[in-house]
C-alpha cells in the first residue's frame, strides 16, 4: 500500500504554545487528507478534511481557529496546534487518499503523540 | 454514514482461524464495508473492502452476507502480531466518504 509519513512522531511543548504536524504521502498524490484525534483507549474522532488547495472541513465541536489545517499541495498538509492546552495532549493521526483512484482507500499515518505540559 | 456494531473484544489461538463478526444492518445500496485494523500506538492499517461480493487478499478474507447486512473478516492463521483492535466501517466510495471510526473489536491472539 501507500506510504504515509508524520512529523514529529512526538513532541511535548509547554502550554501556551503553538505545535505544527505535517502530513506526507510518499509516493502518491494525495487529492484529500483527514485529521483524526485519538484519546488513550479510545477509538478515533475525525476532526476535519482537506482537499488540495482548499479550505478545510472541519467536523462538529472541532475548533477551526484552534486546530489550522493546511494543504498547501498534493502531498503534504499541515496541523497547526494554536495555542495547546494539557487538554489538547492526544494521538493525532492524518490519513490521505486519492479520489482519482479506482481504489480510494485511505492511508494512514503513523501518528504523531502531543504532550502539552 | 451507516453504523456498525461489533463485539469490545475476542480471543483466537494462535495459528487458528480468526472470524471477526460486524453488523450494519443499516447499510445503504452504494456503502462498502471496509475493515481496517489498529496495533497499539500505530495508525491504522486497511485490510479489505468490499459491496457485496466475498473479497479475499494476502491479508484477509471478507465474507458478506446476501443481505449486506452483517460480515465477517477472517484471518486465516492468526500469529501474534495479529494482536489489534480491528474497525469495521461502512462508507460510501468516493470522496463524499469519511471514515467514522467505532469501537471495533480488541483482538487478542494468545500462544
Known amino acids: 500500500g501507500a506510504v504515509v509519513s508524520q512529523h514529529p512522531s512526538r513532541v511535548i511543548c509547554k502550554s501556551g504554545t503553538s505545535v505544527k504536524i505535517e502530513c506526507r504521502s510518499l509516493d502518491f498524490q494525495a487529492t484529500t487528507m483527514f485529521w483524526y484525534r485519538q484519546f488513550p483507549k479510545q477509538s478515533l474522532m475525525l476532526m476535519a478534511t482537506s482537499n488540495e488547495g482548499s479550505k478545510a472541513t472541519y467536523e462538529q465541536g472541532v475548533e477551526k481557529d484552534k486546530f489550522l489545517i493546511n494543504h498547501a499541495s498534493l502531498t503534504l498538509s499541515t496541523l497547526t496546534v494554536t495555542s495547546a492546552h494539557p487538554e489538547d495532549s492526544s494521538f493525532y493521526i492524518c490519513s490521505a487518499t486519492d479520489w482519482t483512484q479506482s481504489y480510494n482507500e485511505q492511508f494512514f499515518g503513523p501518528g504523531t503523540r502531543l504532550t502539552v505540559l | 454514514d451507516a453504523k456498525t456494531t461489533q463485539p469490545p473484544s475476542m480471543d483466537c489461538a494462535e495459528g487458528r482461524a480468526a472470524n471477526l463478526p460486524c453488523n450494519h444492518s443499516?447499510?445503504?445500496?452504494?456503502?462498502?464495508v471496509y475493515w481496517y485494523r489498529q496495533i497499539h500506538s500505530q495508525g491504522p492499517q486497511y485490510i479489505i473492502h468490499g459491496l457485496k461480493n466475498n473479497e479475499t487478499n494476502e491479508m484477509a478474507s471478507l465474507i458478506i452476507t446476501e443481505d449486506r447486512k452483517s460480515s465477517t473478516l477472517i484471518l486465516p492463521h492468526a500469529t501474534l502480531r495479529d494482536t489489534a483492535v480491528y474497525y469495521c466501517i461502512v462508507r460510501v466510495s468516493g470522496n463524499t466518504g469519511k471514515l467514522i471510526f467505532g469501537q471495533g473489536t480488541t483482538l487478542q491472539v494468545k500462544p
Open positions: 443499516t447499510i445503504s445500496g452504494n456503502e462498502y
